[in-house]
T-cell receptor
């Protein structure tokens, strides 16, 4: 099993450009999450999904959109990138409720917005 | 709002030393997680606990619900233990999705 994979690993964008980050998991997990990690701060939840076709806002959702058309995939979109979105993005998944189940993380995507 | 405080922020040890990393939180929780982030960036879940103590190899995690405190211990530390250790809590009464993460403790173990 590959676990949780993320594409791409690294990307440079110019302000105003758009992009989509792809997260895929092969563990048949119901819950999937997108986090961002910034220096000096803990991981922060952007959006999450409790099952195929469902999405919800997390702690810092502004400037991002998500979709979960297939159970195994969770996409994070930036419609108009801003320098404040320079960060490392992690996708994670769990069998059920995040708080009470082990989370499995992807390797991360480093995004630089110029 | 539930805050998660970790101490120390940075810790340097010599190989073989016993390591303790602390995590304190402010309100009642349902579960606490310890995670490890390797220098390359990958994050791995080490433990999830809601009471008592768990052990896996040289790692031991304890939690004291009354004192709102958890510790992660590493016995016979090794340079490969060098990583950032992250505490996260899932607090009672909150949404069923959200963990609150600490800022992490950077551990460096020198040979």
């Amino acid at each position: 099993n590959a676990g949780v994979t993320q594409t791409p690993k690294f990307r440079v964008l110019k302000t105003g450009q758009s992009m989509t980050l792809l997260c895929a998991q092969d563990m048949n997990h119901e819950y999937m999450y997108w986090y961002r990690q910034d220096p000096g701060m803990g991981l922060r939840l952007i959006h999450y999904s409790v099952g195929e076709g469902t999405t919800a806002k997390g702690e810092v959702p502004d400037g991002y959109n998500v979709s979960r058309l297939k159970k195994q995939n969770f996409l994070l979109g930036l419609e108009s990138a801003a320098p404040s979105q320079t960060s490392v993005y992690f996708c994670a998944s769990s069998y059920s409720s995040q708080g009470r189940q082990t989370q499995y993380f992807g390797p991360g995507t480093r995004l630089l917005v110029l | 709002k539930n805050e998660v405080e970790q101490s120390p922020q940075n810790l340097t040890a010599q190989e073989g030393e016993f390591i303790t990393i602390n995590c304190s939180y402010s309100v009642g929780i349902s579960a606490l997680h310890w995670l490890q982030q390797h220098p390359g960036g990958g994050i791995v879940s080490l433990f999830m606990l809601s009471s008592g103590k768990k052990k896996h190899g040289r790692l031991i995690a304890t939690i004291n619900i009354q004192e709102k405190h958890s510790s992660l211990h590493i016995t016979a530390s090794h340079p490969r233990d060098s990583a950032v250790y992250i505490c996260a809590v899932f607090y009672s009464g909150g949404s069923n999705y959200k963990l609150t993460f600490g800022k992490g403790t950077l551990l460096t173990v020198n040979p």
